[in-house]
């Protein structure tokens, strides 16, 4: 099968025919049609983070198709299923979190395009407790950005506690942050949007943000402080340090700081404002398998559709170029043919 692979950190992904995977217990394979770019992909290539994925290594966790083939004691997923293969690729099921529903906190979890090989590839082994059906009313090119970018983001809003009427601020209107954006409005929510460039505020205005803030023009806290009095809470996802210090500037008393991008940096959190003003700061990463039924929902409803381009499998180092360069409006989505 075609695939695309990272053999070393900070080399261009190459383009090879490999085996396909074969079927072991409890796993379906995948036939896949489309997978989302993650800014997550980049990081994976890049050997960003502290936990190294392996390698060589197919990345890839937005990848969404049909089950072609599954393991006899697959018994609740069946061949012709449409499916989305996220992030959480498979967790252990019995330790303190998954019992509490909380599987994304497995310290346990294999994750899809990091630690096993993922969606870049015209077929992808899947754990079948942990794939995810595709609502029918929407297609695959749709449905791929919604198993990262949109359940994290919709997550993220979740642990925000953010009340309708209340006002967040969503800083990084890229692919995860134009569905922030979108989320938080069908959730009652006011939205400030903070990135930069025309193109991005008008994107961002165009989904329901009420005040858009460039951040090369102004100092978003600044605005936020002196025309809302604060916000209830941040959801950032940009991949910069000092979208970090704008978002914990920009909460009001008793906010709520939801920290999502990882940037591969140290975040010096100021002791003194964060007792005082009773600040929370807090982690969010991906979500469930509940969440993502919920957030698939919303876009079979109609209230959340991702701004896709679609590009074949082939152009990934370019798309990665773009992706660092900021020139990507909402995601690109690979097709496999
Ligand atoms: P992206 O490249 O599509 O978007 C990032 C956006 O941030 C861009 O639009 C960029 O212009 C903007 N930006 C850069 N500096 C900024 C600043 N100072 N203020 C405001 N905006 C700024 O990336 P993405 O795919 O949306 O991913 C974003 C980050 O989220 C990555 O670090 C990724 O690894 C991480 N991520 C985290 C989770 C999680 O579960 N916590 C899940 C997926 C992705
Ligand atoms: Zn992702
Ligand atoms: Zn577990």
Known sequence: MKAALVHQFKQPLEIQQVDK????????????AACGVCHTDLHACHG??????KLPLIPGHEGVGTVVAKADDVKHIEIGDRVGIPWLHSACGHC????????????QQLNSGYSVDGGYAQFCKADANYVVKIPEDISFVDAAPLFCAGVTTYKALKVSKAKPG??????????????????????????VAVDTGDEKMQLAKS?????????????????MQEQLGGVQAVVCTAVSKAAFTTSFNSVKRGGVC???????????IPIFDTVLKGISVVGSIVGTRQDLVECLQFAAEGKVKAIIETKPLEHINDIFDDMLNSEINGRIVLTLE
Do not use: S
Request: hydrophobic share 45%; glycine share 10%; net charge negative.
């Open 21 to 32: 995977p074969e079927l072991t217990q409890g796993a379906v394979i995948v036939e896949i």
């Open 48 to 53: 960003d983070w502290p936990v190294k994925p």
């Open 96 to 107: 303190e979190h998954c019992l509490k529903g909380n599987e994304n906190l497995c310290p």
């Open 166 to 191: 209340e006002w967040v601020a969503i800083v990084g209107v890229g692919g995860l942050g134009h569905l922030a954006v979108q989320y938080a409005k069908a959730m009652g929510l006011n939205v």
């Open 207 to 223: 989904l329901g943000a009420e005040v858009c803030i460039d951040f090369k023009q102004q100092d978003p806290a600044q605005v």
């Open 258 to 268: 939801v920290l999502v991008g990882l940037p591969p940096d140290e975040m010096p």
